[in-house]
């Protein structure tokens, strides 16, 4: 997972290592800071943009996953 500025900055503000394999869905939380992603390693990541590192990592999924959203209340994922 890369994470840009958004004026147009081609190198990378961080740098996420984590899914072994393509990412499919990346989502901000609302209000910022937090991201998750999924990928077709069948996880779901937490990312602390802060701190520029992986804050959990969810392994409920029995596939690929292609979708994730933070809820409207930032404080849940919802992957599929």
């Known amino acids: 997972v890369l994470v840009r500025e958004v004026d147009g900055g081609k190198v990378p503000r961080l740098d996420l290592p984590g899914h072994a394999g393509p990412v499919r869905s990346v989502a901000a939380r609302p ?9 077709v390693d069948g996880t779901v990541r937490l990312w602390d943009l802060r701190a520029g590192k992986e804050a ?18 930032g404080r849940q994922t919802v992957s599929a």
């Open 31 to 39: 209000g910022g800071w937090w991201a998750a992603s999924a990928g």
């Open 56 to 73: 959990a990592v969810f392994l409920q999924h029995a596939g690929p996953v292609a979708a994730v959203g933070f809820l409207a209340n």
